[in-house]
């Protein structure tokens, strides 16, 4: 099994939850802890810990995170659209900060993998207090595009986050959006969701309902394919690349840079592993037959 700790800002898009909810059913998968980053934190802390009770799993630490990007700003106390107010008060059982659990983590299981699916504050502040933990710690992230046409939200929330990340991990795979935008829930599929009954499924419904009523589409599977890479990762293509993160530019700022040299084609240190190409048939029937 797979040790893995999930880096999630859980409660706006409705694929953190459906991530979380397929590494819980993943038996390749050993989720030893969950962190909780960007804006309210702690409001996606007791979110995740809504869904680990209705997996019955709430022996996993949850550790609350950084709201507050690098530099970038944002309202912090912004409350997730998946928040709802009769949620049971639960307590979890870690009181530890995220940076210190993931790098405890890493210290005490050299072989674990962080799974960042949300904007990569938490990392880089791993990063800027323990480079030398976190160059040996495999990351594999949902986040940037191997082509650039549009910043990603995980990048561009928090673009010199993402730098450092790019810049320092050295074991690094990203599963960017160019993949994950091909693999889309049908109306089929919600339908079915919404007809099962078990109390794992019923939570999971509850959110994707809610979730479909205020963005008025269909969900977007990005970060449960990142999931799926970890378990299943003959379902996609990955090559080689360098990366870098644009900081600056007027228009540009937050878009994921591929470094090519086009004119001589001579070697080039790369510095991420990049999913270019997706089964997406075959990711989301493993998808539905886990989880539905
Ligand atoms: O760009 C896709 C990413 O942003 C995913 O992590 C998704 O959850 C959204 O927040
Ligand atoms: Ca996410």
Known sequence: MRKIIIDTDI???????????????????????????????????????QLLRAFERLDIPVATGIGAPLLAKTDVQNIPCQWLDDYHDIQGNCSRHAVDFL???????????????????????????????????????????????YPEWNVVCDPEAA????????????VGLDVTLQCRLTEADVAHIKKMASSRVSFLSRLLTQWMDSSKHLPILHDPLTIAYISHPELLKMEPKRIAVECQGEFTRGMTVVQQDVFFNRPQENNVLAATAVDSKSFIDLFMQRLF
């Open 163 to 174: 730098r450092i990340v790019f810049e320092s991990v050295l074991d690094l795979t990203m």
């Open 103 to 149: 790098l405890e983590q890493a210290e005490a299981h050299p072989d674990v993998t962080i799974v960042a699916i949300g904007p990569l504050t938490n990392i880089a502040a791993a990063v800027r207090k323990a480079p030398e933990t976190m160059k040996r710690v495999k990351v594999v992230m949902m986040a940037g595009m191997h082509s650039t046409y």
């Open 11 to 49: 409660g706006d898009d409705i694929d953190d939850a459906l991530a979380i909810a397929l590494a819980l059913n993943s038996p390749e998968l050993q989720v030893i802890g969950i962190t909780t980053v960007y804006r309210n934190t702690e409001l996606r802390t007791k979110l995740v810990l």
